[in-house]
Every structure is written in structure tokens, then in C-alpha cells.
């Protein structure tokens, strides 16, 4: 079965540099959401998107923007980077059917800052 | 969303079963219990979600009791391959057809479970 996919898997960026996660939803989801999970933390959300609009929003700082795009796809961009962004980051998509709980989440990105 | 409180960690041998008690005192009419697992540095994996009573499929059981204010999820007979942290998750499971609101996870601090020979 489909998955979500992220893009890249693996980022290295330098502090102040920018950067942008690419999430592309099992197909048919039409909802997507962001979270961010630091060393040795939970997950936290950061931003959702249901049906291309921004949805809900949580911890996430004023230097990130995300939008999802007409095919459904959603990207995140990161500007500004500091040391403390490094973290792996998810995207998880959700059906349209399906309420709060049943979200799939892709494999990750994890971005490093040095 | 509900404040959920779950054990730090668990331990456990191999083919043993292995029960995970969430408590959620102020737990909402209109709000569904969630579990889900997370290996390390994969995404957490949705595993089973209820509203009352009992709901058990191919992986684990989810038993709620009559006041909701706690849950508890049964992985039977457990191998290597379940270690992992597991988060209880409490909300309001509405679809954003109805609300109009994708919502938010809020993952607490899940139980970390580790199975040994």
C-alpha cells in the first residue's frame, strides 16, 4: 500500500540557512500535518492543513511557513535555522473519512543544523 | 484535549502479554482513546483507537472501562520486534468534514517498552 512519502530523508544545513521538507500525502488524503520531534523527545505538532487550508496550528516558530499545494502535497519551509531545529520531522496525512485519530505518518526528515 | 498519564517504561520477556493502563481522569463526552507506537527514529504507527468498552484487532485489544477515565491496551503475547514507546492519545475524533478542523496529536510522554529474551 501507499505511503507517505517525505523528501529528503536526510538534510544538513548550516545555521541561518534555509530549508524545505517536502510531504506528499497517501493518495486520497486530503489532510495533512507537521510535527517535530527533537532528541529523546515526543512528537509535537506544528501545523495542519485540511483541504489546502491551514487548519490547525501549534508550536511552530514565526521563521516556518507551510502550505499544501492543489495536488495535495505539503511543504515546510524553514528560514533562519538555529542549532535547536535539528530534529526529525514528520508528515502524516490522514483520510477524508477518518476524524483526529487515524493518522499515517511518513518515514521523517531529519534535518540537521550546524 | 485530555491530560494523559501512562508509565515511563515497562519490561517485559518474550511471549508474554503485556498490558499498558492510561489514565485520562477528565477524558470528554465526545472524546476516543488512541494508541500508537513509535520505533526508534520511524514515525509513530496508529494501532488501535476506542470510545468504551472492549475493541481488539489483528495487533492488540483495547479495554475501556464504564467511566473512561482510563484505558488499557493488551499486546499479547509479545515478541523482540514490540519494542518500542507506545502513546496513549485522548480528543475528540471528529472529522474535519464536520468540524472543518484537522486537530492536532498531543503525544505525552509515551511508556517505553522493552521485550527481552
Known amino acids: 500500500a501507499a505511503g507517505v512519502i517525505q523528501s529528503p530523508r536526510h538534510l544538513i544545513k548550516e545555521k541561518r540557512e534555509t530549508a524545505t521538507l517536502k510531504c506528499y500525502p497517501i493518495?486520497?488524503?486530503?489532510?495533512v500535518y507537521w510535527y517535530q520531534q527533537g532528541p529523546g523527545q515526543d512528537p509535537q505538532f506544528l501545523i495542519s492543513?485540511?483541504?489546502?487550508?491551514?487548519?490547525d496550528k501549534g508550536s511552530i516558530p514565526d521563521r516556518f511557513s507551510a502550505q499544501q499545494f492543489s495536488d495535495y502535497h505539503s511543504e515546510l519551509n524553514m528560514s533562519s535555522l538555529e542549532l535547536g531545529d535539528s530534529a526529525l520531522y514528520f508528515c502524516?496525512?490522514?483520510?477524508?473519512?477518518?476524524?483526529?485519530?487515524?493518522?499515517?505518518f511518513g518515514p521523517g526528515t531529519r534535518l540537521t543544523v550546524t | 484535549l485530555a491530560k494523559t498519564t501512562q508509565p515511563i517504561s515497562m519490561d517485559s520477556y518474550e511471549g508474554q502479554e503485556v498490558n499498558i493502563t492510561c489514565s485520562h481522569n477528565n477524558i470528554a463526552t465526545n472524546d476516543y482513546i488512541t494508541w500508537y507506537q513509535q520505533f526508534p527514529s520511524q514515525g509513530p504507527r496508529f494501532i488501535i483507537q476506542?470510545?468504551?468498552t472492549k475493541v481488539t484487532n489483528e495487533v492488540a485489544s483495547l479495554f475501556i472501562p464504564a467511566d473512561r477515565k482510563s484505558s488499557t491496551l493488551s499486546l499479547p503475547r509479545v515478541s523482540l520486534s514490540d519494542t518500542a514507546v507506545y502513546y496513549c492519545?485522548?480528543?475528540?475524533?471528529?472529522?474535519?468534514?464536520?468540524?472543518?478542523?484537522?486537530?492536532?496529536?498531543?503525544f505525552g510522554t509515551g511508556t517505553r517498552l522493552q521485550v527481552t529474551l
Open positions: 476506542g470510545y468504551k
Open positions: 493518495p486520497r488524503h486530503d489532510t
Open positions: 492543513f485540511y483541504e489546502k487550508m491551514q487548519s
Open positions: 492519545l485522548v480528543g475528540d475524533m471528529s472529522s474535519p468534514r464536520l468540524t472543518g478542523t484537522a486537530s492536532k496529536l498531543t
Open positions: 502524516a496525512s490522514s483520510p477524508r473519512r477518518a476524524g483526529m485519530g487515524e493518522q499515517y
